[in-house]
């Protein structure tokens, strides 16, 4: 069964990094568009970061020059670092394809990794 996961997250202090983690032994990253979202507590979930087969990034514009969006193509497996963490940073970090993966015509989430920053 196709599955992707999330892990990185953590507690931290306004102003530090974290790096996010999203692997799967199904789905290879290095063929796909691939996309981290955010989820802040009562917030919907939004696109923060892209990364195409190509190599090409794009990030909203409340992240951009503060994540990197990366793939490690021999480890199947990419990242989401982010520098200079701030509290509007906090939420629950999922990765996914672009479009997002379906599963018997239902949207599939793994089960996202918690941010959380402390100012």
């Known amino acids: 069964q196709v599955q992707l996961v999330e892990s990185g997250g953590g507690l931290v202090q306004a102003g530090g990094s974290l790096k996010l983690s999203c692997t799967s032994s199904?789905?290879?990253?290095?063929?796909?568009?691939m996309t981290w979202y955010r989820q802040g507590p009562g917030k919907q979930r939004d696109l923060v970061a892209t990364?195409?087969?190509?190599?090409?990034?794009n990030y909203a514009t409340s992240v951009k020059g503060r994540f990197v969006i990366s793939r490690d193509n021999a480890k199947n497996t990419m990242y989401l670092q982010i520098y200079d963490l701030q509290p509007e940073d906090t939420g629950v970090y999922y990765c996914?394809?672009?479009?997002?993966?379906?599963?018997?015509?239902?949207?599939?989430w793994g089960p996202g990794t918690q941010v959380t920053v402390s100012s």
């Open positions: 996914n394809t672009q479009p997002v993966l379906r599963i018997n015509g239902v949207n599939y």
């Open positions: 990364l195409t087969a190509g190599d090409n990034t």
């Open positions: 199904e789905i290879i990253f290095s063929l796909q568009t």
